[in-house]
């Protein structure tokens, strides 16, 4: 009785290995696909939604409506850096027919919140960008030409006597 319980005990541990072998070459990594699946699924990189400047193709690819507003050409990098930070999802569309060529924005209808906030950052840089508060550098010597008071330490002078 001994040899036959031998016989299945080595049978049993041989199809153990195989079982083994079998899911470590086959099984794992199919694990590590559906984890690398998971983690960019996780991180919004799977081909979801995507966040900043896109194609107006690829804005309207997911059905959502469109809202837009007109922009300046000269602000277009500008508006676009504060968009992106605000996680705004958005195409620039340029109209070359009128002079000067005028840009449009177009973003997603669900991202109002974050567009308005990232509309009023930017009209509050674009309303400060001319005014400053430090003087311009001949400002400040002309200013400080007129507080200066030359002292006259010369007696001679001050008499009206001339130095010889």
């Not at 999802?89 to 005028?102: I, Q």
């Not at 508060?133 to 010597?141: A, I, L, R």
Request: hydrophobic residues 30%.
């Amino acid at each position: 009785m001994s040899g036959v319980q031998d016989y299945l005990i080595d049978k049993e541990v041989k199809g153990m290995k195989q079982l083994a072998e079998f899911s470590i070459t086959k099984a794992l990594p199919t694990m590590f696909d559906v984890c690398k699946g998971m983690a960019l699924w996780l991180s919004g990189q799977s081909g979801g939604k995507k966040e900043g400047e896109q194609t107006l193709k690829d804005l309207t690819k997911y059905g959502d409506k469109l809202s837009e507003i007109p922009l300046n050409s000269d602000s277009v990098k500008a508006f676009t850096t504060i968009a992106r930070k605000h996680g705004v999802s958005f195409s620039l569309s340029e109209d070359t027919t009128k002079e000067p060529p005028r840009h449009t924005v177009y973003f997603r209808a669900n991202d109002t919140e974050a567009m308005t906030a990232a509309f009023k950052e930017y009209l509050g840089k674009e309303i400060n960008k001319g005014k400053t508060n430090e003087q311009g550098f001949k400002e400040k010597m002309t200013d400080a030409k007129s507080k200066v008071t030359v002292p006259d330490n010369d007696k001679a002078t001050k008499r009206g006597v001339d130095e010889r």
